[in-house]
């Protein structure tokens, strides 16, 4: 049974920075693309930013220069660095995967297991 547990949400002024944390169980990660995506208030759930099982970051046009997507296999984990966060931000940040799939993790209609989210409000 796969697992996505996310940590780090919170609320932060305009500007300010945010780490999100997504622990995975340990089939998942090393193989696996991985992928972090939103859904604001009323709005459907965008990618975010993924990362191909070789390392290969991908980000949404909104958050270019401002996110970074990293992991740590050893550690099972995947990270999102938000920067120079904006209040159009705020939104529920889902940690998401394929579980057979080592690329395609930033399109929404691919992926198959999901966190249960984590709330970032920008102020």
């Known amino acids: 049974h796969v697992q996505l547990v996310e940590s780090g949400g919170g609320s932060v002024q305009a500007g300010g920075s945010l780490r999100l944390s997504c622990a995975s169980s340990?089939?998942?990660?090393?193989?696996?693309?991985m992928g972090w995506f939103r859904q604001g208030p009323g709005d459907e759930r965008e990618g975010v930013a993924a990362?191909?099982?070789?390392?290969?970051?991908a980000y949404a046009d909104s958050v270019k220069g401002r996110f970074t997507i990293s992991k740590d296999n050893g550690k099972n984990t995947t990270y999102l660095d938000m920067n120079n966060l904006k209040p159009d931000d705020t939104a529920i940040y889902y940690c998401?995967?394929?579980?057979?799939?080592?690329?395609?993790?930033?399109?929404?209609?691919?992926?198959?297991?999901w966190g249960q989210g984590t709330q970032v409000t920008v102020s």
């Open positions: 990362i191909d099982a070789d390392g290969s970051p």
């Open positions: 340990k089939y998942i990660s090393s193989n696996n693309c």
């Open positions: 998401a995967t394929r579980r057979r799939a080592s690329t395609g993790c930033l399109i929404r209609g691919l992926i198959d297991t």
